[in-house]
Nanobody, 127 residues
Framework: DVQLQASGGGLVQAGGSLSLSCVVS????????IGWFRQAPGKEREGVSC????????YYGHSVKGRATMSSDNAQNTVHLRMNSLKPEDTAVYYC????????????????????WGRGTLVTVSS
């Protein structure tokens, strides 16, 4: 079974930072693109970042560019997302997901661009 387990969500004050992790199992990690997505209440799922694990090339969504850093620990089949300067509009359920597709296409396609999804972790940013 393919599993993506996200963790690290919680309540954060505006201006603060968050660190999320996603442990991936059941796939050959380095062959995939792993992405972070988020979905706020009443909104569509939005691409946050996506990494081509094989060479570490990473892309970011417009709303988080400059505030987000995605990294991977290939030995642990784990990706991390760190975001700074958080805003209340960053409040959402954050999901990690995996795909063979190109990261840029996957980020634009949102929920339709990824093959496997984890269950998500809630991040709430208070003002």
């Amino acid at each position: 079974d393919v599993q993506l387990q996200a963790s690290g969500g919680g309540l954060v004050q505006a201006g603060g930072s968050l660190s999320l992790s996603c442990v991936v199992s059941g796939i050959t990690f380095v062959d995939y693109r792993i992405g972070w997505f988020r979905q706020a209440p009443g909104k569509e799922r939005e691409g946050v970042s996506c990494m081509r694990i094989g060479d570490g090339t990473t892309y970011y969504g417009h709303s988080v560019k400059g505030r987000a850093t995605m990294s991977s620990d290939n030995a642990q089949n784990t990706v991390h997302l760190r975001m700074n300067s958080l805003k209340p509009e960053d409040t959402a359920v954050y999901y990690c997901a995996a795909t063979y597709n190109d990261c840029r296409d996957a980020l634009r396609a949102g929920i339709y661009g990824m093959l496997y999804w984890g269950r998500g972790t809630l991040v709430t940013v208070s003002s």
